[in-house]
């Protein structure tokens, strides 16, 4: 299966398998909206094995199979996020389990891996979709622009996100 793909149960009891946009289109304004009240965490893989959970306002779709952000830290994501670094992006918005977008508790997991770009047409383009309080926060354009292309999403119960 690629990237996407998953089976589904039809209503007949038969499975087939379907591909979807890796980021449901029904949660792209979520997660570009999140900040400041649903910021989303960032999760990478320390060299000691431990796990470096990080807020990131500047978190944003940047097409249906990559979400993007504007790393401006210097602590220790910023230290261990480089090319082809797994990444793990959770939205939590309470809101959507009471829309009934998303299940269990409005909770989205999005596993994927980094692309860093310091310079060209995505660093350009992430940072002119940036909130402007994160680019107030790095005035002198400093930071970098990172892709997650996603492989997988999935709610809570590690489901593949189906959503309309």
Known sequence: ????????????????????ATIPRILHEHINTAFPANVCLVG?????GFAQITPRGSTMVYDDDHLAL???????TNANL?????????????????????PKGGIARFYGTAE???SGAAYEEVWRRLVQPEKDRDPDKKGFAVLIKVDRAEDLDGQPLVLS
């Open 70 to 76: 504007w790393e401006r830290g210097k602590g220790s």
């Open 116 to 118: 860093i770009h310091k």
């Open 82 to 102: 480089h090319h082809k670094t797994k990444v793990t992006v959770f939205l939590r918005k309470p809101q959507l389990r009471e829309a009934g977008v998303l």
């Open 1 to 20: 299966m690629l990237a996407g793909d998953h089976t589904v149960t039809t209503s007949s009891g038969r499975t087939r398998e379907a591909r979807l």
């Open 44 to 48: 990478t893989v320390l060299p000691n």
